[in-house]
């Protein structure tokens, strides 16, 4: 213990010097020690010792009005204390974009906002009555991160793709299209979402046909030979959620529909031979549509846009339909098909079915949470709150899965002879994290 240099005792006590200057050269002669003085460090002191030094801090505190501290814990603290805001101070600039500094007195702690939590979602995903399963989805939770001066906006990304012919298209669109759009979003700083989308899906479609002619084996039922592999596309229907927005993107027959307000609001329209704009497109490129079991595009494709089908160009189009909708506090969920639910469910039974199954698990009843004794609401916590065991009353992904499974169920039990794949994305917004 080191020796703290004062002057004399009395004479302090009696000028009574100002507090500021005292703590000046208190301050300063506080780190006065040998070196050899600061290498000593008894193992052992007596308790006689202690009680001596505790009694003679407290009377210098009382006649001083200044909390004495010994060299080597002043010191270690003050330094601490000095790199803490250093590091706070650095952490806050690098959030900003600005110069790291240190400044005197206290930094100013900007707070920093979490403006969105990762959205609760399910999958699921059957082959049902066909051989071969040709539906792939893709799931990039914060793919993209944009962070401004008080707020972190991360983005989320859900795909589902619905092969025909073949399932190697379908899987390279899970493989690439997130990182295309990723791209995009990361080059456009004014965000427009339909010419992004459009960039994106038309290198897809490029970087899909040159995969095709440059790949010389494959593990799929074509194996890439040619013609058979002309014949090989996908549909794919893109939702990218912000904070502020849902963005889809549809080339194809699959399809987005939002429940707001417990009413569903379709938020793309399927891409069918026989839809008016869609038939006057194909004819006036020289296509036709002959009716073979439903409309079809040269008798062949039951879709008039996908990606691939280098044969069917440019009758059957690569480009997407954009829509870009305002999330608003009614927003409840939104449900990711291919066609295989919509052709044998309506956009009102789907969304009916996962609403009055996510009421159920997050024990809303139909606006009024279920009374349950205390032994059920112990239950329900545990089966129904966040991934850890959160509050009652919150919708889980485990919720979001089972959702989304009923879906393909009911699905198969309409007879549907396609490949079913289902995301139940939850929206509600929940309470948002705030960062000091």
Same mark, same amino acid.
């Given at each position: ?5 004062y ?9 009574r010097?100002?507090?500021?200057s005292? !703590?000046? !050269?208190?301050?300063?002669q506080r ?5 050899s ?7 052992v ?5 202690i ?7 407290e ?8 909390p004495?501290?010994s ?9 601490e ?7 706070i ?5 690098? #959030? ?5 500094s ?20 399910g999958?699921?995903s059957v ?5 071969d399963?040709e539906? @792939?989805?893709?799931?990039?939770p ?13 983005w +989320? ?7 025909h012919?073949?399932?190697h298209?379908a ?7 997130? *990182?295309?759009?990723?791209e995009e979003?990361?080059a ?5 979402w ?9 290198r ?6 040159r995969w ?28 990218v959620?912000?904070?502020?927005? #849902?963005?889809?993107?549809n ?24 839809r008016p ?31 691939g089908?280098?044969?069917?160009k440019?009758?059957?189009?690569s ?27 309506t956009?009102?039974a ?15 009843g ?6 349950? @004794? *205390? ?5 329900? *916590?545990?089966?129904v709150g ?14 979001? @899965?089972?959702?989304? /499974? ?5 699905a198969?039990a ?5 490949? /079913?794949?289902?995301?139940v ?8 994290? +705030?960062v000091?």
């Amino acid at each position: 213990m080191s020796d703290i240099c004062y002057e004399d005792d009395a004479l302090s006590c009696e000028t009574r010097p100002s507090w500021s200057s005292r !703590r000046r !050269r208190i301050g300063v002669q506080r780190c006065r020690m040998s070196p050899s003085e600061m290498k000593q460090t008894p193992a052992v002191e007596d308790t006689e010792g202690i009680y001596k030094r505790n009694k003679q801090e407290e009377y210098d505190f009382m006649n001083c009005a200044s909390p004495p501290r010994s060299s080597a814990e002043g010191c270690s603290e003050g330094v601490e204390s000095l790199l803490l805001d250093g590091e706070i101070r650095r952490d806050e600039n690098n #959030i900003s974009g600005e110069n790291s500094s240190v400044t005197g007195g206290v930094p100013y702690k900007k707070t920093v906002r979490e403006t969105d939590a990762r959205p609760r979602y399910g999958v699921a995903s059957v082959c049902g009555r066909r051989r071969d399963m040709e539906d @792939t989805v893709a799931i990039h939770p914060s793919f993209v991160r944009k962070q401004t001066e008080f707020s972190r906006a991360r983005w +989320h990304y859900f795909g589902i793709y619905d092969g025909h012919g073949c399932s190697h298209v379908a899987s390279r669109c899970k493989e690439r299209l997130h *990182e295309l759009v990723q791209e995009e979003a990361l080059a456009d700083k004014n965000e427009e979402w339909k010419k992004m989308m459009e960039r994106s899906f038309t290198r897809m479609d490029k970087e899909a046909v040159r995969w095709e002619e440059t790949v010389m084996s494959a593990n799929c039922k074509c194996e890439l030979q040619t013609p058979n592999c002309d014949a090989v596309g996908s549909t794919a229907v893109v939702s990218v959620i912000t904070p502020e927005k #849902i963005i889809v993107a549809n080339c194809g027959d699959s399809r987005a529909v939002l429940c707001r307000n417990g009413k569903p609001v379709p938020l793309s329209t399927d891409h069918k031979p026989d839809r008016p704009d869609e038939l006057d497109r194909i004819q006036e490129a020289g296509g036709r549509v002959i009716y073979w079991d439903g409309p079809r595009v040269l008798g062949v494709l039951a879709t008039s846009r996908a990606i691939g089908d280098n044969y069917l160009k440019p009758y059957v189009s690569s480009e997407p339909e954009v829509t870009v909708t305002d999330r608003t506090e009614e927003d409840e969920f939104m449900i990711l098909a291919s066609d295989g639910l919509w052709d044998v469910v309506t956009n009102e039974a789907a969304c009916a079915t996962v609403q009055m199954y996510l009421n159920k698990k997050g024990g809303r009843g139909g606006g009024r949470r279920r009374e349950a @004794t *205390e032994c059920e609401e112990r239950k329900e *916590e545990k089966a129904v709150g966040s991934r850890k065991n959160g509050k009652r009353g919150e919708i889980t992904d485990k919720a979001c @899965t089972e959702a989304s /499974v009923l879906l393909t169920k009911l699905a198969l039990a309409k007879h549907s002879c396609d490949n /079913v794949s289902v995301v139940v994305i939850e929206l509600s917004r929940r309470r948002k994290k +705030h960062v000091a």
